[in-house]
């Protein structure tokens, strides 16, 4: 799929040639997966209910795995911009069809499909060619009036001290996995890493964060979860339908 932005196409290829090595790191980024959980609990419906969840840059679907087994009435619909990453996902979610649908998209220049109850994003939304504030306002013109965004997302430390602490414990962590597979993540995924060279990522304060959901006619949003450099905000769309 050609892209009319360089960074996107740049990012769609990293992933590309990341996908089979990120679904093998996925499940050791412990962060993340706990942020995973929360979202599956702050999910605002009941076990039984039908109801349209979009996962924007959905990767290997781990998230989307856990959400259609919790509800097993949910429709998914799964967009990413890499068609590796959307192979891995399709593995993984082949049981759930067909109420699990992925659809290859950048979400920098339109979101397909809805209206949704809810969208979900984990670490997706983190790269500069994204224009946090637009892209936000794209989520919220697909959502139902009462609808809500979880985005699990890097966080910018506050300063320079936090920031060093958070980076010495990841890096012990990181100690535990495979150091081959690290090193090869590493290598082909610096560009899309907020430590890379060159870095096309990019990690926001979590006021600016809320800034951006309050240009994007969001009700209300605030950082409900933390751990390290991984926050989780839920951000309320309000009752009036908005259009992009
Ligand atoms: C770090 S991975 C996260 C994947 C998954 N959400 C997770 O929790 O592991 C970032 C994902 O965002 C996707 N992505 C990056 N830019 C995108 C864009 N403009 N539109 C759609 N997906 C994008 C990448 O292809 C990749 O699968």
């Known amino acids: 799929m050609p892209s ?26 412990s962060d993340l997966i706990e942020s995973y959980s ?5 999910i605002p419906h009941e076990h039984d ?18 959400i259609a087994d919790t509800f097993p009435n949910a429709h998914i619909t799964g967009v990413d911009i890499s068609l590796q990453m959307l192979e891995c996902a399709k593995r993984r979610l082949e049981r759930f069809r067909p109420r699990v649908e992925l659809l290859q998209a950048d979400v920098t220049q339109s979101i397909p499909g809805g209206p949704y109850h809810v969208a979900v994003s984990a670490n997706a939304l983190v790269y500069r060619n994204m224009r946090l504030a637009d892209c936000y306002k794209r989520i919220r013109s697909k959502l139902v009036p009462g609808g809500v965004f979880l985005n699990s997302t890097l966080i910018a430390a506050e300063n320079p001290e936090i920031e060093d602490a958070i980076t010495r414990s990841i890096s012990s962590r990181r100690a535990a996995l495979d150091p081959n597979l690290v090193k090869r993540l590493q290598e082909k995924g610096s560009r899309v890493s907020t430590f890379g060279d060159n870095s096309l990522a990019a990690a926001y304060r979590c006021e600016e964060h809320l800034e951006f959901f309050n240009k994007s006619s969001f ?22 339908q908005i259009h992009a």
Not at 49 to 66: K, T
């Open 4 to 29: 009319p932005d360089p960074d996107g196409e740049a990012i769609r290829d990293i992933y590309d040639a990341l996908a089979e090595d990120y679904n093998l790191l996925l499940p050791h980024l």
């Open 38 to 42: 929360v979202i599956v609990e702050l």
């Open 49 to 66: 209910d039908r109801f349209r969840v979009i996962d924007i840059g959905i990767g290997p679907g781990l998230l989307s795995e856990m």
């Open 219 to 240: 009700d209300s949003a605030a950082m409900i979860w933390r751990h390290r450099s991984q926050a989780l905000f839920f951000a309320a769309a309000g009752t009036s």
